[in-house]
């Protein structure tokens, strides 16, 4: 509880946590959902995740928020862990 609290009072955190979307291991990208979700589940966490993921858009280069994690269902459908998260 206390180790949640700490990332979302930490500013940068929750972007940081949303670009290890960029990690090659399908399981990493699976615990990164994992808390993300957790993330939304607290008051003012959708627009935490909203405003980390417009982050990642600017950082990464994509052209509309969601591109790269929509690329990755698209092209991990073998990958059970991370579709189920």
């Known amino acids: ?15 940081e946590i949303t670009l290890s979307l960029n990690n ?18 607290v008051r003012g966490g959708h627009d935490i995740i909203l405003a980390a ?3 990642f858009k600017e950082v990464c280069g994509e052209k509309n928020r969601f591109e790269k994690l929509m690329e990755y269902f698209r092209n991990e459908d073998t990958n059970i862990d991370f579709m189920v998260s």
């Open 53 to 55: 993921f417009d982050n």
């Open 24 to 41: 090659k291991s399908a399981r990493t990208k699976a615990l990164v959902l994992e808390l993300l979700a957790a993330v939304c589940l």
């Open 1 to 15: 509880k206390s180790g949640f609290s700490l990332v979302m009072n930490h500013p940068a955190c929750v972007n």
